[in-house]
């Protein structure tokens, strides 16, 4: 077995184990191989091992990777910062973006989905306090983000994405996450449907998992570190 596939395997097994002990089933969690900084054969390496969903960051890389695996059915996720000049090339590469922050951004993702393809799948990036990066709307701010996004052509409002501020304490961890959760059955008492919930990297998945977690983004725990 090559070093992605067994990392692939210990991940899973650790999502497992995370759903078991909060009482839900692993089906509900949709594993994204964050494979940026990685060359397109590593991915290959990943599918092979039968991983299906990637996450990308830097457009111009994953545009290159897009071309690169084009004979493979993956579904291709962006989660990284969004600049205007890079909404016309999401709209048209990606299944799902999940750093949404603005609205004139999702204006723009609406407009420029072509037809053809199904509705964009799009989580709104919430800087939850304490989070490492700086992007994301604020939390007093997502509902109406929510509501003037949920009623856009073309896209999907699936849900909230967050990137909690690093910390090794099991219990910080599901803090944090849980404080999204909870803005996600806010926005959902206003009359949306939010199904999904984008939280959980290498070092706090399971955290994230205990949280209700519907989609967890995994980086070097499965790839390696990256330099
Ligand atoms: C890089 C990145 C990840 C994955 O991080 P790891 O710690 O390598 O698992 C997840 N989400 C976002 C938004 C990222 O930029």
Redesign the pocket.
Known sequence: MTTIAGNLQAVRAAMVAAAVSAGRTVDEIKL?A?S?NFPAPALREAYQAGQRCF?E?YLQEALGKIADLQDLPVEWHF??PIQSNKTRAIAENFSWV??VDRLKIAERLAAQRPEHLPPLQVCLQVNISGEA?KSGVQSDEVGALAEAVAVLPNLQLRGL?A?PAPTDKFAEQRAGFAQLRELRDQINLRGLRLDTLSMG???D?SAAIAEGATVV???????GE?S
């Not at 983004?217 to 790839?223: L, T």
């Open positions: 994204l964050v940026k996450a960051s989660i990284g999940h750093s990066s994405m990137i990297m290498s070092h998945f983004r995994v980086g070097s725990a499965i790839f990256r």
